[in-house]
């Protein structure tokens, strides 16, 4: 069974400038999260959906943060524009649904210049 | 954000000996994950606890869920190099289905 994908693995951008991350998440997982991760720390939620539903998006920085799973399938979180304080880990992870365990990818390493 | 204690925050330890670590809460959670983490990898999940007291293992790897629903404990028996990495606990607030994650135990193994 395929794990959790994620896109790019690696994005170097120049502040104010978009940048949006792909996540592919284990087939049949309903429940998708996308978390931040600063270095040296654990992650920390930003969205949680819900098939095609954000259920919890209370800690999403709406003003540059935005995230989309039309499908209930693959989902896109974007930044625009970006700061150099979003320099950080940007991981998705899956769950057969709430109250499950969750699996992450690998990740996608921002660094912001 | 908020994060978990977890403790201790590193630690170096022969190849072979035993490792306790722990994580403390003081709100009680239904659900503690444990993960590990290698450089530049995502966390990998290693042990999922559901019952307050429940004891469960995986290879040389056991954790527990502690009885107050506070707290929760990871031992790794007779350490190897490839233990190295940081080791992340995780637990779930009731009624949220949110997970909050500990600050890890990045530990180092001496061949």
């Known amino acids: 069974e395929a794990g959790v994908v994620q896109s790019p693995r690696y994005k170097i951008i120049e502040k104010k400038q978009p940048v949006a991350f792909w996540c592919n998440p284990i087939?049949?997982?309903?429940?998708l999260y996308w978390y931040l991760q600063n270095l040296g720390q654990g992650p920390e939620l930003l969205i949680r959906?819900?098939?095609?539903?954000?259920?919890?998006d209370s800690q999403l920085p709406k003003d540059r943060f935005s995230a989309e799973r039309l499908k209930g399938v693959d989902s896109t979180l974007k930044i625009q524009p970006a700061e150099l304080g979003d320099s950080a880990v940007y991981l998705c992870?899956?769950?057969?649904?709430?109250?499950?365990?969750?699996?992450f990818g690998p990740g996608t390493r921002l660094t912001v210049t | 954000g908020q994060q978990l204690n977890q403790s201790p925050q590193s630690m170096f330890i022969q190849e072979g000996e035993d490792v306790s670590m722990n994580c403390t809460s003081s709100?009680?959670?239904?659900?503690w994950l444990w993960y590990k983490q290698d450089p530049g990898e995502g966390p990998v999940l290693l042990i999922a606890?559901?019952?307050?007291?429940e004891l469960t293992s995986n290879g040389r790897l056991t954790a527990q869920f502690g009885i107050t629903r506070k707290d929760s404990f990871l031992n790794i028996s007779a350490s190897i190099p490839s233990d190295v990495g940081i080791y992340f606990c995780?637990?779930?607030?009731?009624?949220?289905?949110?997970?909050?994650f500990g600050t890890g135990t990045r530990l180092k193994v001496l061949a």
């Open positions: 992870a899956s769950s057969p649904g709430q109250g499950n365990e969750q699996y």
């Open positions: 087939s049949g997982h309903n429940t």
């Open positions: 959906y819900e098939n095609e539903e954000a259920v919890d």
């Open positions: 709100s009680i959670f239904n659900t």
């Open positions: 606890l559901y019952k307050a007291g």
């Open positions: 995780a637990g779930q607030q009731p009624g949220t289905y949110k997970y909050i």
